[in-house]
């Protein structure tokens, strides 16, 4: 069973397809991203229906009309919220107070989350107040915090030694370990007490250990970056050029045994989510990855929480250089350097979708299918592969 192509690829590939130059058959197209000329066909199918080139009800119509249905229900459970709010308030035998109707709407299946929208209240207090009264520890902070706060905001100017005898004034007595402890939970402190300094930028902290870096004799650290297997080793960077519309950025994955793009993402933003869409397709487009090392540098997408989230669903294992050491990523930037000579400034791009068409072009036909590699024994990514490897283990 063939392995599914993430849908960012087949748009780059529909994409080069239909700018193809004069003379160049949909046959060679496909040849050159590696898939089956039918496929590559069906793709063009189904990309000229989302386009409205032919008729037919688009993947975009479905999810829309999915997209109207679950409106139209979240607008029912609304009403009903409201209306129910409405008679609820209306009784003067009942208090005003909000909570008991959540609970009586979600019996009768209205979520707690379109409640609380509806009516403007949150949900965590809500989920406390459910789970545990309040207590009367916490009415008395409550009061004491009520009294501190109104003494603070008459004189900002006053540390919480002076608050304790303002709020003993207003009948809530209390040691001045408390009113610290109340005032520093709160930010409430003199306005003289806490001289605001500048911030300083500081590296993001690495949130996984640097699995590539070994130690000579002589006590320095460098990196290795050699795998004896596909799947052992992957590194990841991102990239960026402009265009006439702005940056397009590139986030890439390469395989250390064979230097084959495994995975990339190409984006108009910067966002964690490039990072994410570029694991998600290199794991898409190699099958069964787990224990794999994912080397990167401390850049804030590799440090996001979806990131790291993404590492952990497909059990790969997370590494991370150090902070302004290009070496620490040698082999991906070699890569970048190739990319920058070849397609980047080669000349000017008035537009991002004429260079992501370049770039996508580049790597797949020229980079993996025809450039010769040294290291590879002046093979190519795609043949080194083919003929290291056997073919229950070759990608897509």
């Known amino acids: 069973m063939s392995k599914p192509y993430p849908q960012e690829f087949r748009d780059d590939v529909v994409r080069v397809a239909r700018n193809r130059e004069p003379g160049v058959e949909l046959s060679q197209v496909a040849k ?14 189904k990309a000229d229906v989302e386009d409205g080139v ?51 709407l979600a019996g009768d299946g209205i979520p707690v989350t379109v409640t609380c929208r509806v009516l403007k209240i949150a949900r965590q207090p809500y989920y406390r107040w459910l ?40 009948g809530e007595s209390m040691a001045e370990r408390t009113a610290w402890r109340i005032c520093s939970q709160l930010g409430w402190w003199s306005a003289f007490g806490k ?31 050699t795998a004896a ?15 006439g519309e702005g940056k397009l950025y590139l986030c890439a994955i390469k395989d250390v045994h064979s230097n084959r793009i495994v995975g990339y993402s190409i984006d108009s933003r910067m966002k964690s989510r490039l990072a994410v869409a570029a ?30 989230h993404a590492l952990n669903r497909h059990d790969l294992v997370g590494s991370m250089g150090r902070v302004g050491a290009a070496g620490d990523n040698a082999a991906m930037e070699s890569f970048f350097a190739l990319l920058q000579k070849n397609v980047l400034d080669r000349r000017g791009w008035a537009t991002r979708e004429e260079l992501r068409i370049a770039i996508v072009t580049w790597i797949e036909r020229t980079y993996h299918r025809r450039r010769r590699q040294a290291t590879l024994g002046r093979l190519t990514p795609i043949e080194f592969e083919t003929i290291m490897t056997t073919p229950a283990t070759q990608a897509a």
């Open 32 to 45: 050159d991203f590696g898939i089956h000329f039918t496929t590559l066909y069906s793709w063009l199918k």
């Open 54 to 104: 032919k008729p037919g009800v688009s993947a975009s119509e479905n999810a829309e009309n999915r997209e109207l249905r679950k409106r139209l229900r979240l607008l029912e459970q609304e009403n009903e919220v409201l209306r129910r709010a409405a008679a609820y308030l209306s009784q003067a035998n009942l208090p005003k107070m909000m909570y008991p109707l959540v609970l009586e």
């Open 131 to 170: 789970a545990d009264p309040v207590t009367d520890a916490e009415l008395a902070e409550a009061y004491r915090a009520n009294a501190l706060f109104d003494a603070h905001k008459d004189d900002p100017e006053f540390g919480y030694r002076f608050l304790v005898d303002e709020a003993r004034e207003a």
């Open 195 to 225: 001289p605001k300094r500048g911030k300083v930028k500081k590296p993001g902290p690495s949130v996984h250990d640097d699995l590539c870096a070994v130690v000579d004799k002589h006590g320095v650290t460098r990196h290795e970056f």
């Open 229 to 243: 297997a596909l799947n052992e080793l992957w590194l990841t960077d991102i990239t960026e050029h402009w265009t």
């Open 279 to 308: 694991l998600n397709n290199a794991v898409a487009r190699r099958g069964n990855v787990a224990g794999c090392v994912v080397h990167s540098d401390r850049g804030s997408q590799f440090r996001s929480r979806k990131f790291v």
